[in-house]
């Protein structure tokens, strides 16, 4: 599940990985778009299938109530560095899913990463130090792949 408030990237990584491309043109996911993505989680272990749902930030907490979460291996929680709300909301999500799904993998995405600079960076919550982290750009494409690779290497340590 690719979860976070709207604008903050997450269709734009999703396009980055299965495509390999970036469009500036902001068109807000509706609903939910479903990708599928092989990725090996490491130079030793199989190929694995990513089924990717990319969610509409509007869903809030309410996403916790959706079927489709149910079947859910793991949540990559998107935020947006420019806009520290998201970062807040990001450590809610990530609580959120916890809760629904315990024992599952959550891994936060702070993407835009591209866009910091020292004078700019933000101070990341307390909760950013106890989940994995991947400071990404989809529209460089610098560590999105890396990032997936992680969630796998998580959905697969944990057997689900």
């Given at each position: ?5 709207i ?14 491309r970036?469009?500036g ?38 996403i ?5 979460l ?8 998107v ?12 450590v ?21 990463w ?28 610098t560590d ?17």
């Amino acid at each position: 599940m690719l979860l976070g408030e709207i604008g903050v990237g997450k269709s734009s990584l999703a396009q980055r990985l299965m495509f390999n491309r970036f469009s500036g043109q902001y068109k807000p996911t509706i609903g939910v778009e479903v990708y599928r993505y092989n990725v090996s989680p490491d130079v030793t272990g199989e190929p694995m299938a990513l089924i990717l749902w990319d969610t509409d930030g509007n869903f809030g907490d309410a996403i916790f109530q959706h079927v489709y979460l149910k079947e859910a291996a793991a949540a990559i929680i998107v935020a947006d560095p420019l806009r520290p709300a998201t970062l807040d909301t990001a450590v809610r999500l990530a609580e959120g899913f916890a809760s629904a799904r315990p024992g599952r993998a959550i891994h936060f995405i702070v993407n835009k990463w591209d866009l910091i600079t020292p004078a700019n960076e933000p101070v990341l919550p307390p909760a950013y130090k106890s989940r994995p982290l991947n400071k990404a750009s989809a529209l460089s494409g610098t560590d999105v792949v890396e990032a997936f690779s992680h969630v796998a290497k998580a959905i697969r340590r944990r057997g689900l």
